[in-house]
């Protein structure tokens, strides 16, 4: 991880609301982070963390009755409020961006291999088809579809739906973007397809050196390739930290509550799970004080009354709780460096 | 050794695949493709597998849900598979199951009362006292009598799957089919409601069959699991058994596929992934089904089909050459690469 | 098995925190309750059916106060424009226009009720045994509405026309057994699609019967779109009631209808336009009201739009 330099992406303060019968609902609310360049930032959280809302922001993918405030400056241009027509040249070029469901991102009626040449000669106009085409088979061989002189003049119907999403990362990286942000990139696909599709995608950030935010609520995926961890919850960052310190040493209790709710895959038999009580809290009705407090073991009276600010534990780790300073060390065996299992 | 409370005898099922004016049948989907399993009493048997491999067929077509094209459903010993429909009818109200998706099922237009007193109805209760009961099962599944009332879009996902729970335990079954009864939830609600399914199990004896496709989740709350691959069981062992000593390619491609929440150990793991797709399950590989991604597999794997064969007391594989127990994939495959070079 | 109303057994799972429940609203909102919020706040489709509405009292109520019969003719008062006397004119004949077009207007409007009542009926029974049973019925019924829709539907309307038309009834018939296949179509694709619903596997699962299940999960779930394609039907009726008796093949005189009042003054274009412009923005009114009526009805009965979603 490279700290040195500028950050490629700095987001500051954003906060984004969308209009409903309530009146305005803040699905972000005072976001604020770096992300520097080759490195990969993970944003976790369970639905309505306002996680993918955030990414959809940068990249004015948001609808236009959505109130977006803030700020954020990639390579030191500020995205918010930026003019459509300059967004959009920095979109697909400087900044890509990889999706859930692959197969909204194809045009169904052109081949993969037009698509993703389409996007090199858009943002080049000098490179002939016959060029880009040569180079969208090179990226689908780089992303590891088989056969790809075939393959190329496929249609996204005649790819299977890990190939969709590998054949979507090619498209990703094809004019070498600076930031890659992944939303939830595995999610619709299989444990096996998923391992394939996951191996890709750090080989694509290998070769273009990009920086990537890994946007996902899986917590495996996180501990695999991301170098620093921000958990988000009701719109705002819980905590934040490089991620070895944030699996082995969580502060703050959601994150702990989060990493203690899951099963794990090398745990004995009868160990009871230790499940966070209740539901996330719906962005149309956010409590007063910290939106986690219904939830949390280790609440105290300030908690219900007034919002907990994002604040440095130590060099690095961020958490935002009133408690702290109080709250008991974590002892639960899971936690420990290396686990226990194969 | 008690009586198996379920037995599933090489059940098929099979979907035609119809197309033109006529409707001319021109394929065959081959969802369950001769499936045996036993299930004891108060037993999880855990049925793990990826999209495509047969799992939810399976369980539906033991509730003929959808029905076999051939073999057998032994419940009690009695044979399910060609009961009358009056015999089905009264069969239901001890086989029960719990779907996937919080949001599709259940009728949006019905009250939460409505809808866990439905079973009672339908078996001839009588109203009054269908409601009074419909109170206790919410509570039972962790929600207030009150709720009842109101309706299922007022419910966050986890809130409706307990809803959806309380329907399946209206009638006191005995089996419980639970077909992805957590994968659509939040990873902090998904344990909630995990932890009631063991509470209610112990409450009540009940008997699960665990469908779904989170290795995680399985191994947690399964004695026994079987793992599912295009329409055939290819390993069924243990719990503890399966994830220490996986005799399956399968099964070890799948257990190093899954990412485990810890850095360090997510780090240093020789991962074996796997290459290509699932075939489809219309055209099935001959020989084994899995030899077309099988890291491993050799000439004969592709002319003659491997025998469900034990290996180890109450461990099953189907596989020509099952990994020893001990060895890792990673290394029969580094060794026949050498081997091959 | 235990009874789960034992006593012992009770609250031994820990009621759970309930989270957003407790914030809720006071009154649970039923689907019906949300349907008529989201109808309500449809300003378009409340202004179709305050129209509607007017227009029909007005059709039902207006010739009692109306002087004129609506076939008397009147040699003294022919082809006269509107006036204090006779508000929309007369006709040739010295008819009051006014009563004419009341009456028919009525008739014009009872085609569509019969037409939107029969077709989504027939159409419905008919979608609804394709889309549930499946199998053999449903492609039979389907390569039936298939035969229906590439039939092009004016010309033969016209050719069965001069066969079966001349009174309102026969005009409601023949309608009907041609646009029946509309409703059918959604209904079976509706049944289709539930068919295989979670919510209906569960009531299968539990034992329910045929009839339980589409009574009381289908059927219901099915309700906002066949309500939607009734009120369209009517909408079409009425253009193809007026288009078969303007072109002499629908309603006959002595009896008439807006169809044939627009036919009656095709001869008065340049002399007295507002003979057929009075009942020709009728039709288009009524049929502006039902259409934007259905709009409503569409976006309040489906259950995708949700409230604050």
């Not at chain 2, 009362?113 to 339908?122: H, S």
């Not at chain 2, 299922?152 to 309380?166: L, M, N, V």
């Not at chain 2, 243990?238 to 596929?257: Q, V």
């Not at chain 3, 295989?196 to 045929?210: H, I, L, N, T």
Request: charged share 20%; with cysteine; net charge negative.
């Amino acid at each position: 991880m490279t700290t040195n330099g500028n950050p490629v992406l700095r987001v500051e303060d954003l906060s984004v609301a969308f209009k409903t019968k309530h009146g305005y609902a803040e699905a972000v609310r005072g976001l604020s982070y770096d992300v520097m360049p080759g490195e990969s930032v993970a944003i976790v959280g369970e639905s309505g963390s306002g996680k993918s809302v955030n990414a959809l922001a940068l990249l004015g993918l948001l609808p236009r009755t959505a109130r977006i405030t803030g700020s954020a400056l990639f390579e030191g241009e500020e995205l918010i409020g930026m003019d459509p027509d300059t967004l959009r040249k920095i979109r697909g070029r400087r900044i890509s961006m990889i999706f859930q469901d692959p197969m909204t991102a194809f045009n169904p009626v052109f081949t993969i291999g037009n698509q993703i040449a389409e996007i090199i000669t858009i943002h080049d106009s000098s490179v002939s088809d016959n060029e880009a085409t040569k180079r969208a088979t090179d990226l689908l061989d780089l992303v590891g579809i088989p056969h790809p002189e075939r393959r190329v003049h496929q249609y996204p119907h005649e790819y299977s739906g890990g190939m969709r999403q590998r054949a979507m990362i090619a498209m990703a990286i094809a004019n070498s973007p600076t930031l890659l942000i992944a939303d939830e990139p595995t999610t619709a696909l299989d444990v096996t397809i998923q391992a394939q599709v996951m191996e890709t995608l750090a080989a694509a950030q290998e070769e273009t050196g990009a920086a990537m935010v890994l946007i996902t609520h899986d917590l495996g995926l996180v501990a695999g390739v991301a170098d620093r961890v921000q958990v988000m919850y009701g719109g705002r960052i819980f905590e934040r930290a490089e991620t070895r310190e944030l699996f082995y040493n969580p502060i703050n209790p959601y994150t702990r509550g989060l990493i203690q709710s899951i099963p794990r895959l090398n745990e004995e038999r009868g160990v009871r799970l230790n499940p966070i009580p209740g539901n996330p809290p719906s962005i149309i009705r956010m409590p007063k004080g910290c939106a986690f407090s219904s939830r949390c073991e280790f609440r105290t009276q300030v908690c219900m009354d007034q919002p907990a600010e994002l604040e440095p534990v130590t060099d690095g780790h961020w958490s935002r709780c009133h408690n702290t300073a109080t709250l008991p060390p974590v002892d639960d065996p899971r936690l420990i460096p290396g686990g226990a299992g194969r | 050794m008690t009586e198996p409370i379920l037995e599933v005898e090489n059940l098929v099922t099979h979907f035609p695949i119809k197309a033109g004016f006529f409707r001319r049948q021109v394929g065959v989907v081959h969802a369950v493709d001769g499936v045996s399993l036993a299930v004891d009493e108060r037993e999880t048997l855990g049925i793990v597998g990826e999209s495509g491999c047969g799992k939810t067929t399976l369980g539906r077509t033991i509730l003929r849900l959808e029905e076999p094209t051939s073999g057998r459903v032994l419940y009690n010993g009695e044979d399910i598979t060609d009961a009358s429909n009056e015999r089905m009818r009264d069969l239901r109200a001890e086989l029960q199951i719990v779907f996937q998706d919080p949001y599709a099922s259940l009728n949006p237009r019905h009250s939460i009362n409505d809808i866990v007193a439905e079973p009672l109805l339908v078996h001839g209760w009588d109203r009054k006292k269908a409601l009074d009961k419909t109170g206790d099962l919410l509570k039972a599944v962790g929600l207030l009598p009150e709720h009842g009332n109101r309706y299922p879009h007022e419910f966050s996902g986890g809130q409706r799957q307990r809803i959806g729970i309380a329907r399946a335990l209206a009638l006191e079954p005995a089996v419980i089919i639970l077909d992805e009864p957590v994968s659509a939830l939040d990873v902090s609600v998904q344990a909630q409601v995990i932890n009631l399914l063991e509470d209610l199990q112990d409450q009540h004896g009940l008997t699960y069959l665990f469908i779904a496709h989170d290795l995680s989740v399985v191994r947690h709350i399964s004695d026994r699991i079987a793992v599912m691959y295009l329409g055939r069981v290819a390993e069924l062992a243990d719990r503890d058994e399966l994830y220490e000593n996986p005799a399956h390619p399968y099964t070890h491609s799948l257990l190093s596929a899954v990412p485990v929440a810890d850095p360090d150990l997510e780090r240093a793991r020789n991962r074996i992934v796997l290459e290509g797709d699932t075939p489809s399950p219309s055209a099935p590989p001959s020989g084994c089904r899995f030899r077309t991604r099988c890291p491993i597999a050799q000439p004969l794997c592709a002319e003659a089909e491997p025998e469900f064969t034990e290996i180890s007391p109450g461990h099953f594989v189907a596989c020509h050459y099952p990994v020893p127990p001990g060895q890792s994939l990673v290394d029969l495959v580094g060794s026949s690469a050498a081997a091959a070079g | 098995m235990t009874d789960l109303a034992a006593p012992e057994k009770e609250a031994v799972t820990p009621v759970v925190d309930i989270g957003e429940v407790e914030g809720l609203s006071e009154k649970p909102e039923s689907f019906g309750r949300q349907a008529w919020d989201r109808f309500r706040r449809h300003k378009v489709a409340i202004a179709g059916a305050v129209m509607l509405v007017l227009i029909i009292l007005l059709f039902i109520f207006a010739p009692m106060f109306t002087p004129y019969a609506p076939d008397e003719p009147n040699v003294l008062e022919r082809n006269q424009g509107p006036s204090l006397n006779h508000p929309f004119g007369t006709d040739d004949l010295g008819r009051d226009l006014m009563a004419r077009v009341f009456t028919g207007g009525r008739v014009s409007l009872l085609i569509a009720f019969v037409v939107s009542l029969l077709a989504t009926t027939l159409g419905t029974l008919l979608g609804a045994i394709a889309g549930y049973l499946g199998g053999f019925t449903d492609t039979a019924v389907s390569q039936v509405i298939n035969l229906f829709l590439a039939v092009p539907l004016l010309p033969v309307l016209l050719v069965f026309a001069v066969r079966f038309g001349s009174n309102p009834i026969s005009v409601a018939l023949l309608l009907s057994l041609f646009l029946w296949i509309r409703a059918a179509r959604v209904v079976r694709g509706q049944f289709l699609t539930l068919k295989s619903m979670e919510f209906v596997q569960a009531a299968r699962a539990m034992g329910a019967k045929p009839m339980r299940i589409i009574g009381r999960h289908v059927l219901p779930n099915t309700l906002g779109p066949i309500l939607v394609e009734a009120t369209l039907l009517a909408g079409l009726a009425i253009i193809l009631e007026s288009t078969l008796s303007f072109l002499g093949l629908g309603v006959k005189p002595p009896d008439t209808s807006l169809g044939v009042l627009v036919d009656e003054a095709k001869g008065f274009i340049t002399d007295r336009p507002t003979r057929i412009l009075i009942p020709g923005s009728m039709i288009t009114l009524i049929v502006l009201s039902i259409n934007f009526l259905g709009d409503g009805l569409r976006d309040a009965l489906d259950p995708t739009s949700r409230v604050g979603d």
